[in-house]
């Protein structure tokens, strides 16, 4: 269904990120405040503890699972707009930069594998 949904936001020039419903304060994850009433949605990339566990308290934030959907030259025109160079993150670079775009809540068993500290947890999990 997210897909579904995110492709329909994609065909009217969005770029579309897929957010996942936090378990936990996480500071290794970037976040992402849901539009509400006439606020726009925002990324909040890797926030404290204290300030991660305000969003996930809040029921109003997703993690940010870092898998987007958009038309290659929507993707092509924001990298232009907001060049970025080695070590800076598209997340940071880019999506922190943009006014419009949507969320697509995903509804799946994600975990980011992104640190030896997550890989270890997922490895931990699966066995």
Same mark, same amino acid.
């Given at each position: 269904?997210?897909?579904?949904?995110?492709?329909?936001?994609?065909?009217?020039?969005?770029?579309?990120?897929?957010?996942?419903?936090?378990?936990?304060?996480?500071?290794?994850? /970037?976040?992402?405040?849901?539009?509400?009433?006439? &606020?726009?949605? *925002?990324? @909040?990339?890797?926030?404290? =503890?204290? $300030?991660?566990?305000?969003?996930?308290?809040?029921?109003?934030?997703?993690?940010?699972?870092?898998?987007?959907?958009?038309?290659?030259?929507?993707?092509?025109?924001?990298?232009?707009?907001?060049?970025?160079?080695? /070590?800076?993150?598209?997340?940071?670079?880019?999506? &922190?930069?943009? *006014?419009? @775009?949507?969320?697509?809540? =995903?509804? $799946?068993?994600?975990?980011?594998?992104?640190?030896?500290?997550?890989?270890?947890?997922?490895?931990?999990?699966?066995?």
């Amino acid at each position: 269904m997210a897909l579904k949904a995110a492709s329909l936001e994609a065909q009217k020039n969005q770029i579309v990120t897929f957010g996942i419903k936090p378990t936990h304060p996480e500071t290794g994850y /970037g976040y992402i405040r849901l539009g509400i009433n006439d &606020e726009t949605a *925002k990324f @909040f990339e890797k926030p404290d =503890l204290e $300030a991660a566990a305000r969003y996930v308290a809040s029921g109003n934030y997703l993690w940010n699972s870092g898998m987007f959907l958009a038309k290659a030259k929507i993707f092509q025109e924001e990298i232009a707009a907001h060049p970025f160079t080695a /070590g800076t993150s598209f997340d940071k670079a880019v999506m &922190e930069k943009l *006014k419009n @775009f949507s969320v697509a809540p =995903l509804a $799946a068993d994600w975990h980011d594998i992104g640190t030896q500290e997550s890989l270890q947890r997922v490895r931990g999990i699966s066995r």
